[in-house]
């Protein structure tokens, strides 16, 4: 696994030359989220993965912030074609018009689901009972692309109307929100994330 000059281990996908990546990984990733602005970022955020590496997308993180209003999910289901051009301009995201459209999409059935359940954690949370998955990962062979869980969800939010919510998008989902703690057994993130 991978150490740093302190010999921290650390996950093996981990790119330690990457400040940005190695603070995602020791911050972020597999901490279980709650909240659905956090839910709904991360969401966009694979979606727009898609076909990319996750680090490209992670540097362009703030830009999306800035650019989607902070993830607001109410003003992006307003989003128009004025603002889609927009986006479209602006070299801070992925400028694929698919992706941006299917994030306007996916925040107006975000809101039904809201609606219905009344938060789209509470939704999304039901698909791993409400409890995080812990996987034992020893050798980078045994990280897995889906499980059972991703294609339930996957399948439900395709249902629902969602765009870009393949299984495999769905399980990333799963790891960045701490649905799964896919964090390798010598990591010292998992126990971490294990004692919250």
Known sequence: MKKDKHEVCRCPWVDLSKPDYVEYHDKEWGVP?????????????????????????????????????GFD??????????????????????????????????AQRFLEVQSEFGSFSDYLWRFVDGEPIVNTIRTPADYQATSKESDAMSKDLLRRGFKFVGSTICYAHMQAAGMVNDHSVDCFRRAEILAL
């Open 73 to 106: 999910v109410q003003q992006i289901a307003r989003y128009n074609d004025k603002k889609i051009e927009a986006l479209m301009g602006d070299a801070g995201i992925i400028r694929n018009r698919a992706k941006i459209q299917a994030a306007i999409n996916n």
């Open 33 to 69: 989220v709650h909240d659905d602005r956090k839910m709904f970022e991360f969401l966009t955020l694979e979606a727009a993965q898609a076909g990319l590496s996750w680090y490209t997308v992670l540097r362009k993180r703030e830009n999306y912030r800035r650019l989607f209003d």
